[in-house]
């Protein structure tokens, strides 16, 4: 995640990590949610901040899925 321009990691030391879209990401966090959402992608802004998401990874979550995510978000920041 660190390594994707578009964002910035805010927190990453527990199995919670909190990102900011950058605004030079060039789409809106709402817009974000949505097509993650087309794919399968479930996020949300955290407490109402438009460009401030936690993610939460649980010991369910495994590595391909969270490829899955990178992968789909650099498709998002492509798209602009």
């Known amino acids: 995640l660190e390594r994707i321009e578009e964002v910035k990691v805010l927190s990453r030391y527990t199995n919670f990590v909190f990102f900011e879209l950058k605004v030079a990401a060039g789409i809106d966090g709402k817009k974000l949610m949505e097509s993650l959402k087309k794919k399968g992608i ?19 979550v495994t590595r391909e899925r969270v490829d899955m995510f990178l992968r789909a978000l650099k498709e998002e920041f492509r798209k602009k």
């Open 42 to 60: 479930l996020i949300s802004s955290y407490h109402g901040c438009d460009r401030t998401f936690r993610l939460v990874l649980h010991h369910w």
